[in-house]
C-alpha cells in the first residue's frame, strides 16, 4: 500500500518495508517501479536503486523496525528517504579490502555527489513511529508529474 500526502509544495508517496532481510529487494522494485513512472532517466534509476538496497540494508542490520521507504519531489529534486525507528546516526567509514560491510554510506555519498544526510522525525505512514531518516537527492531535469490526489481542487 502508498500513502501519498500533500505537504506544502511536496508530494511524498510512502511505502512501509518488511521487516527483513527482504526489505532491500522490495525497495529495489518499488524505487525502479515509481522512478520510472515518473520518467527519471534510467542512469538515474539505476544510482537511486544501488543506493535505497545500501540504505534499506544499513537500517535492516543496524537500526530498528518497522522501516519505511519514502519519495518526496521538491523544486528541481526527489528526495528518497529510508526510515527506521532506531536513534543511532550512521557514520561513513573506509572498510579495508577484506571487509564485507562498510562501504554503503560511501556509496551513497559518491553516488549522490553528497546530496544525502540525516534527520530526526516521524514517520509518514505511522506519525506515532519516531526514529531517523537516511536519505539522498536526484536531480530531476524535467517535471516530475505524480497523480492528482482525490479532493484536491481543480
Known sequence: MVTLVREQTAIIAAWPLRDDTRAAAQ?????????????????????????????????????????????RSK???????????????????TAGVEE???????????????????RHGAAYSTRQAHGKAVWFAIPVSCEVSLPRLSGDAA
Open 100 to 118: 564485507e560491510h562498510g562501504r554503503g554510506l560511501g556509496i551513497v555519498l559518491d553516488l549522490s555527489e553528497g546530496r544525502c544526510g540525516c
Open 27 to 71: 525497495a529495489r522494485q518499488l524505487t525502479r517501479g515509481a522512478l520510472t513512472a515518473l520518467g527519471i532517466d534510467a542512469e538515474s534509476v539505476d544510482d537511486a536503486v544501488l543506493m535505497v538496497s545500501e540504505l534499506v540494508s544499513n537500517a535492516v542490520l543496524y537500526g530498528d523496525a518497522p522501516f519505511e521507504l519514502v519519495l
Open 75 to 93: 523544486q528541481d529534486e526527489l528526495y528518497i528517504e529510508v526510515l527506521d525507528m532506531g536513534i543511532i546516526n550512521p557514520v561513513v567509514r
